[in-house]
Nanobody
Framework: QVQLVESGGGSVQAGGSLRLSCAAS????????MAWFRQAPGKEREGVAA???????RYADSVKGRFTISQDNAKNTLYLQMNSLKPEDTAMYYC??????????????????WGQGTLVTISS
């Protein structure tokens, strides 16, 4: 049973930082890609960032220059470092994985495993 567990969410003021973690069990990063998605109340789920099996990354335009996705293969953990947070970043954040070499962020149907989510709230 492959499981993903997010942590690190919380409430911070605009301009602050948070680091989200996604611990994977029964899963390795070899020939796998992973991604972060978020969903704000009353809004559609949107892709935030993705990392390929070779380490290549991509980001939504709204977070470029502020967020960084990374992984620690030894710990089987995915991270999302979020800096210069804005109120519009408020959302439930989810990590997800697929048995693909590359993950996109414009669609989410191909992703196979999802975590339970961690809530991020940014106040102005």
């Amino acid at each position: 049973q492959v499981q993903l567990v997010e942590s690190g969410g919380g409430s911070v003021q605009a301009g602050g930082s948070l680091r989200l973690s996604c611990a994977a069990s029964g899963y390795t990063y070899s020939s796998r890609c992973m991604a972060w998605f978020r969903q704000a109340p009353g809004k559609e789920r949107e892709g935030v960032a993705a990392i390929d099996s070779d380490g290549s990354t991509r980001y939504a335009d709204s977070v470029k220059g502020r967020f960084t996705i990374s992984q620690d293969n030894a710990k089987n953990t995915l991270y999302l470092q979020m800096n210069s947070l804005k109120p519009e970043d408020t959302a439930m954040y989810y990590c997800a994985a697929a048995r693909l070499s590359s993950c996109g962020i414009s669609r989410s149907g191909y992703l196979e495993v999802w975590g339970q989510g961690t809530l991020v709230t940014i106040s102005s």
